[in-house]
């Protein structure tokens, strides 16, 4: 009789690189065992030049071959490229980082911006009913955040960066209703807001960040930061002696994993304070 064990097992992956600090199969290999599914979920290294190969074989499809997975750095732009067919999110980012095969096609799509407004949502309820949002830092990683507070109907959202070329053209690309400023704006600009993110590396991994003012925000005021390594980073803590609500980015790493999943495995999985407790554990550990 034929073993049918491998046909009932569904693969999926995240690739970067480097890719051995991912947290993302503690994160799917929790959801796994809690839903009692046949699967797995790993990292996999994939050099750029490597990466097209990579896709290529993913979309033959073979037994055993993953269903699909997640891409990180330095593959998003080029998931997007290689993907036969982007959804409107991917196509207006340009980048994608969750990625699965029907019928020999290779789908696309990017969760980072509904990962960063679920966390919000989960953590501080209600900081949707604001008029003014300051984006800091015009890399890739803030065109996600600014994407999901547009379509979120954020009212004015203001980019801030050292070269203000970058940030106008993310204003170019998000429409009427995002503002590009040079970073010397940011306490004029800040007055009235009611969120203010971190889009940066300012902070990351212990590095410094330069003193920041908060009092022009406005009352109620939420400040978040995408970086969550440390949980709490320089740029949370001076809010926090400030007296402002804070919200650490480690939810939106979390929260981005859950569509992904859904789409491979077939379940929605919920981000508990297990799976929360678990990451942290890890992140203290490296």
Known sequence: MA??????????????????HSRSPI???YWLKKFGIAGSYTAVEVSPEDFPNFIATLKEGKPGTAVGGNVTIPHKEAAYSLADSPDALAEELGAANTIWVEEGKLHATNTD???????????????DKIDRAVVLGAGGASRAVIQSLRDRGIAEIHVLNRTVERA?????????????????A???????????VNTTSLGMDGAEAPEFDF??????????DIVYVPLKTPILKMAEAQGII?????GMLLHQAKPGFQRWFGEMPEVDETLRSLIIADMEKH
């Not at 097992?9 to 690739?15: D, K, L, Y």
């Not at 106008?168 to 010397?184: M, N």
């Open 246 to 250: 804070t919200v650490d980015g480690l």
């Open 168 to 184: 106008r053209e993310l204003a170019d690309r998000f429409g009427p209703r995002v503002f590009s400023h040079p970073q010397a």
């Open 3 to 20: 073993d049918s064990r491998e046909t009932l097992t569904i693969n999926a992956f995240v690739a970067g690189y480097p890719i051995k």
């Open 186 to 196: 940011l306490h004029e600009v800040m007055r009235g807001a009611g969120l203010f």
């Open 27 to 29: 994160i799917h290999s």
């Open 215 to 224: 009092s022009p925000l406005a009352t109620n005021a939420v400040v978040t």
């Open 113 to 127: 911006g509904y990962g960063f407004v679920a966390n919000l949502d989960e953590r501080h309820p209600g900081w």
